[in-house]
């Protein structure tokens, strides 16, 4: 036999050698003259930058993991949701653009009265006073409508774009959910799904309200005078480029903080649910310290979005604040040639000074939006996992499940199935055995059409499982494993998932073939009683008892069990075998199993060694060949 | 001054330094005090940048008042190009200190978020297996992942509205110098505004709250999905939770559209409270201004200044609001970090040796000092039930209280579910302290386990039960998570427990990846690895519970030989019924009802026991396997 460790001296790492989590340039200089640390902050910043542009490369086309989609992806869903809102979202506008207008109306009338009191031209006090009142009145109505409006916009906007994602990840390929890491999905829909919910509900409305505040407002100021507008107009422009380049690199910091996010979350979830592992080996501090590692890098990248919006800051602080000086001098020189009266000038400084609320507020909400568009384009690179199968539109005639020349790699190259074939009789019961790590499981999911083999083909009524529509395919052949979950919901929510009509009947039924009637019965609310994480919480055993009546519910002609009674013990497993087994007359089982009076129960067994069925036969003619499958079973029962 | 990621040492230092002090948590109140109190520094000074930042709406009014008066109105270009200089160095001042402001908040914001993390990371490592037991995993997840943004939030509120409050203060005393019945007005308007609209605030409150547990509820059951989803793609279901997920999404729209409608109104309220505001104001300023007690320029000022008022106010009602939603938040992180570890460090602990007889009272069971010891049961928890307690674990037999429906109940309903909730949860706290403070029943060398320190029994003692698996990082780290191995060791750990195709099944061998709980290994090589991880340990007791259930036979008894090879003469303790490992046992143990009920050499009792014979004999009575299926 080789030594499957030949190559272990040169893939063993010396951990002294580990490369610290962030590299040392990352961390500023100590005791450095202002210049040299002002120096190291844009180089600091500059390989941030490096950091966010490889994590985003990276997360477009993940070796692992799920993909985050592009920007294009994102305008185009928005546009979607937006285009089929028409009617509302103009709404939307018009009754913003409405309270912004009357609001706009006040500082003029405000300029007005200034004029009345100087020189006492002009309409008199009282009706100015009045008019503004009347306006204020007006913005009010208009303000509450217009947030109304965009309440109700908002939130059937977020709706449906939630509902959406859910949909989408209830449609995720079946091969990419059995590899794919559940902790980054969960970070998805939880922590994504809020800041998008976010952008959408107050970014969008709140953006669009503060645009056509500032676009109403450089109308007003252009009516209100030409001469005191420009200049400060020309000045808000300088910002444009120190804008353009925040845009174009906002998206890839915010969704390496998301990433970042999503791996502080991992880890602790890993943590959380690992108590126990992590208590008895003594790796708290190990565990702790990964988490720190986790912040710590995460912490960079929130620097770099930091100084991203700091560089904006300062660009923008230039653009909008110097024009109150600049309309100021302006305004004296414009007052001193007779070209503007002191209304105006009052007017168009109290427009300046207003706008930078609203300009504050739509930098803001921009910057909410890029957070939310790179939780958008996380939460659609879900929907970009390519489908693993394009159902045909042939349907199975007959039942018997047939394996032929089955191979199947996880990795390139790496075979674990070379060349099975294996005929399935209707109703029989075939067990399969075989060293670990042999490739049963495998074996069991190309059966249950799960991944669709390299090679060969995985039939039932001579068409391919893989091409068999979901709903089908679930009809002909189920999969149960080892690793089993409790829905939040009742017992009975929990059991009837695949038909739902269910009485309680049927539902009895399979929960007395699984041996689980008695301890349901005595829970508190019996069949009503809530279920799941941080509800009434089930023993593993339990749990699995529950997967399979679930599958009795389901009732596909062809059931295929991996592992799926190892938690319960040995005894009542074998109970449970049986009973399951009368009430599966006709159907055809291939149980997975280690224990091995699964296989002396079985019609036929099927033995695995390296990838190859080398055995196949029943209990009895095996224990005559006297071959691999007889020397498991003395070993097994000695 | 903090940064950011703080450095946290609270609940688990890590070192042999005790920890730094507990937070406050009699009350959400005082905790949320106590974590300002953490980084008082952060947030004064970021209060007082943004109060440079606002100077320009604090003093902009006013300079421009005076450009008006002394150097329009007045004709002097001196006058005016000095108030043009001193505003554009408010401007300036404005324009860096609102970057400074800026990077102070982030740093807030990002203490209490990361810092929250950080104490709930250091709070499982103090906890351990308890806290699981008492919190379910989703609750101390949104602690970290959410609550902890809350927190953030609130730094930021306070210190804008610090800010604000002073900046308010100075534009009343700048309108106050210049007519003080103006200024009276401006002093009095903030309070009555805010108070006028304080009524709508508390039904918008309620609204919110509804809001926020209708979006909690969809983001529990959208992790459920995910969670579930292996199961609802493979048999079904995605309809039934697809529609489950749409009608509370639907449930959690109309409740945000209610409350975004009051939202709506306090808005509206705003405007139209701060536009009479501002309208009084002017009426009466013109009136003074022709009364000649006012200049124009003044006047001009006031404008500004009763447009400036909105800022304050709205800051104000951000406060009240953020606030609530921090003292739900910080009611939530109390649930977790009040917890404290049931155990108490005995006054002058006993050190134990690994190498004297273990005793467990309970079930009369003893294994004798480096001997390989078989506990049999038919009943599979009750032999995980004295390997807990050999190890001092608490019995995985409670419910975890969680946040449950509290949705939908009002005022007093709520705060009985509430304080309900919290009943049980201590009642289960009292009752693992009053298990874990008397003495255990288990005596390693005649010391009972509660007269030693829980690291003490933690290196003696390692048990690996079912629940180990496997954390996401390459597999060297898996076999060697301490980085305290030599070459070697991890390859003689990985030859007892026959992992070596997992070796050879990853292309970058030690440092190929293993995904969360070891996904992308098949089931046997997953528990293989996890129990090469164990034997590595090389704890002087070694208690293993169904080590090889995942494994076929021929495996099985290779590692069953190997690992009594490689733990002879050391106390090793293994829970399963498979003959492959009573063959190599020095001694079984046959438990009935959880209490010892025979023990001796395997050949022995399987001769005379038959209650043993039918717990441990695989051969199936059947009729024509004689010579095949006979036991040994
Ligand atoms: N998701 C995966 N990604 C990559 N490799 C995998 C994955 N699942 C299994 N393998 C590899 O494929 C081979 C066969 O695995 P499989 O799970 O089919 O074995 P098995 O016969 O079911 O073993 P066991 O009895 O231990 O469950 C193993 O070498 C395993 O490492
Ligand atoms: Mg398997």
């Not at chain 1, 500032?214 to 507008?229: E, Q, R």
């Not at chain 1, 301890?519 to 997967?547: H, N």
């Not at chain 2, 155990?343 to 009369?364: N, Q």
């Not at chain 2, 590595?536 to 995942?550: Q, Y």
């Amino acid at each position: 036999m080789t030594d499957l460790l030949a190559t272990s001296p040169d893939t063993w790492r010396d951990r002294t050698l580990d490369p610290p989590v962030i590299p040392p340039e990352l961390h500023p200089p100590v005791d450095a003259s202002p210049a040299e640390r002002n120096r190291a902050l844009w180089a600091r910043h500059d390989l941030r930058r490096q950091r966010a542009e490889d994590v985003y490369d990276a997360s477009r086309n993940p070796v692992r993991g799920w993909p985050v989609s592009g920007n294009r992806a994102v305008l185009a869903f928005f546009r979607d949701l937006l285009t089929s809102r028409k009617g509302m979202f103009a709404a939307l506008v018009a009754f913003n653009a409405l309270a912004a207008a009357t609001g706009l109306v006040v500082p003029r009338l405000l300029g007005e009265l200034v004029n009345t009191t100087v020189d006492g031209g002009g309409l008199p006090l009282d009706t100015l006073a009045l008019a503004i009142v009347g306006v204020v009145l007006l913005q009010a109505a208009f303000t509450f409508i217009a947030q109304r409006t965009s309440t109700i916009f908002g939130q059937d906007l977020l709706s449906t774009a939630r509902e959406y994602i859910v949909r989408t990840i209830l449609r995720l390929p079946l091969g990419a959910v059995e590899s794919a890491s559940t902790g980054d999905l969960v970070t998805r829909v939880t922590r994504d799904v809020g800041t998008m919910s976010r952008s959408v509900q107050y970014g969008l409305p709140m953006a669009i309200i503060s645009l056509l505040t500032v676009v109403l407002s450089i109308g007003a100021m252009l009516l209100n005078s030409v001469v005191l507008a420009v200049p400060a107009l020309l000045t808000f422009a300088t910002s444009a480029p120190a804008v353009r380049r925040y845009l174009r690199r906002a998206p890839k910091g915010y969704i390496t903080e998301g990433a970042t996010y999503s791996r502080i979350n991992t880890t602790l979830t890993e943590t959380v649910e690992g108590a126990r592992t992590l208590e008895a080996l003594g790796l708290s501090g190990e565990r702790v310290r990964a988490g720190d590692d986790d912040i710590e890098v995460s912490a960079q990248a929130e620097r770099y979005g930091m100084t991203l919006r700091n560089v904006l800051f300062t660009a923008l602080n230039f653009a909008f604040q110097t024009p109150r000086v600049i309309t100021l001098l302006v305004g004296a020189y414009a007052y001193t040639r007779g070209w503007v009266d002191l209304g105006q000038i009052t007017a168009a400084v109290l427009y300046v000074e207003a706008l930078g609320d609203p300009l504050d507020r739509l930098i803001g909400e921009v910057d909410r939006l890029q957070v939310g568009a790179a939780s958008t384009s996380r939460l659609l690179g879900i929907a970009e996992v390519r489908p693993d199968r394009e159902a045909g539109d042939r349907l199975p005639d007959g039942t018997d499940l047939v394996g032929d020349d089955l191979r199947f790699a996880y990795r390139k190259g790496h075979d674990v199935l070379h060349g099975v074939d294996l005929r399935l009789g209707v109703g029989e019961r075939l067990a399969i055995v075989g060293p670990s790590g042999s490739g049963k499981s495998t074996l069991g999911r190309l059966l249950s059409g799960i991944n669709r083999p390299r090679t060969g083909s995985a039939s039932v009524g001579g068409v391919e499982l893989v091409d068999l529509p979901l709903e089908v395919l679930r009809t002909e052949v189920a999969l149960v494993t080892q690793e089993h979950h409790v829905f939040i919901g009742s017992v009975r929510d929990n059991i009837v998932l695949a038909r739902e009509g269910s009485d309680d009947d049927a539902v009895r039924e399979a929960l007395r073939a699984v041996g689980s009637l008695l301890w349901v019965e005595r829970l508190p609310q019996g069949l009503d009683t809530v279920i799941g994480s941080g509800r009434y919480s089930l023993t593993p055993a339990q749990a699995q008892q529950v997967a399979l009546a679930r599958l009795i519910i389901a009732d596909p002609h062809t059931l295929v069990l991996d592992e799926a009674t190892s938690l319960i013990d040995p005894r009542t497993a074998r109970t449970l075998e049986g009973s399951m087994n009368n009430l599966l007359e006709g159907r055809t089982v291939v149980a997975i199993a280690h224990r091995l009076h699964t296989a002396h129960d079985a019609d036929r067994i099927a033995v695995v060694i390296d990838g190859r069925i080398v055995e196949l036969g029943s209990h009895h003619e095996l224990v005559e060949l006297d071959g691999e499958y007889a020397a498991l079973w003395r070993a097994w029962t000695s | 001054m903090q940064d950011f990621p703080p450095r946290i040492a609270t609940f688990f230092s890590g070192t042999s330094d005790a920890p730094t002090p507990d937070p406050d948590t009699r009350s959400p109140a005082a905790f949320l005090r106590w974590m300002l109190r953490q980084q008082w520094q952060v947030i004064v000074l970021s209060s007082l940048a943004c109060l440079l930042w606002l100077m320009p709406l604090t003093f902009g009014p006013y300079i421009f008042g005076r450009a008006v008066d002394d150097g329009i109105l007045g004709g002097s270009t001196a006058d005016l190009l000095t108030w043009a200089g001193v505003m554009l160095g408010v401007v300036i001042v404005g324009g860096v200190f609102g970057v400074v402001f800026h990077t102070l908040v982030v740093r807030s914001w990002l203490i209490s978020l990361y810092g929250t993390t950080q104490m709930v990371t250091r709070k499982i490592a103090q906890m351990g297996h308890v806290l699981p037991r008492r919190s379910p995993t989703g609750e101390v997840l949104s602690v970290a992942s959410s609550d902890s943004d809350e927190f953030g939030a609130l730094t930021e509120i306070l210190a804008r509205s610090a800010a604000q409050l002073v900046s308010y203060l100075t534009v009343a005393a700048i309108v106050l110098s210049m007519s003080w019945q103006l200024g009276v007005l401006v002093l009095v308007a903030a309070p009555v505004l805010l108070g006028a609209a304080l009524p709508l605030l508390r039904p918008l409150h309620r609204r919110q709250q509804t809001e926020r547990s209708r979006n909690s509820e969809l983001t529990s059951m959208a992790t459920d999905i995910v969670a579930g989803l292996r199961i609802l793609r493979g048999i079904g279901g995605e309809e039934t939770f697809g529609r489950n997920y749409a009608v509370q999404s639907q449930s959690a729209r109309r409740a945000g559209v209610s409350s975004g409608i009051w939202q709506a109104a306090v808005e509206a309220v705003g405007v139209l409270l701060s536009g009479i505001f501002l309208v009084s104001l002017v009426w009466l300023g013109t009136r003074q201004v022709n009364a000649g007690e006012l200049s124009v320029g003044q006047l001009v000022s006031f404008l500004g200044y009763g447009l400036f008022m909105v800022g304050p106010i709205r800051t104000f009602f951000e406060l009240a609001q953020k606030s609530t939603r921090a003292l739900v938040s910080a009611r939530r992180a109390i649930a977790i970090f009040e917890q404290r570890p049931p155990w108490r460090e005995p006054a002058d602990p006993v050190p134990l040796d690994g190498r004297a007889e273990i005793v467990d009272d309970l079930s009369g069971f003893t294994a004798h000092p480096g001997l390989l010891t078989v506990v049999v049961s038919a009943v599979p928890e009750q032999s995980a039930a004295l390997a807990d307690r050999l190890g001092r674990y608490l019995p995985p037999d409670t419910d975890p209280v969680g946040e449950d429906d509290a949705d939908g109940l009002k005022g007093r309903a709520a705060r009985r579910a509430r304080a309900d909730r919290e009943r049980r949860r201590a009642r289960i706290a009292a009752r693992d302290e009053e298990a874990a403070t008397r003495a255990w029943g288990v005596r390693l060398g005649g010391v009972d386990l509660s007269a030693a320190r829980l690291d003490d029994v933690r290196r003696q003692v390692l048990v690996s039960d079912t629940g180990s698996g496997l954390f996401a990082g390459t597999l060297q780290d898996a076999i060697d998570p301490h980085g305290r191995l030599t070459r070697e060791q991890a390859e003689e750990a990985l030859r007892i427990a026959n992992a070596e195709d997992v070796y050879d099944a990853l292309p970058e061998g030690w440092q190929g990846q293993l995904d969360e709980r070891g996904r992308g290994l098949s089931g046997g090589q997953r528990q293989r690895v996890v129990l090469a991880r164990a034997l590595a340990v090389d704890a002087p007791i070694l208690v293993l519970v169904e080590p090889t259930s995942a494994v076929d036979a021929h495996t099985e008894a290779r590692i069953a030989a190997r690992v009594s090879d490689l733990r002879r003469g050391r106390t090793t303790v293994v829970c399963t019924v498979s003959p492959l490992w009573l063959h190599h046992a020095d001694r079984v143990v046959l438990l009935r009802d959880g209490i010892v009920v025979a023990d001796g050499e395997h050949a022995d009792l399987l001769e005379h026991d038959a209650d043993y014979r039918s717990v441990v004999v695989r051969s199936l009575d059947d009729h024509d396997e004689l010579g095949e299926g006979v036991p040994r």
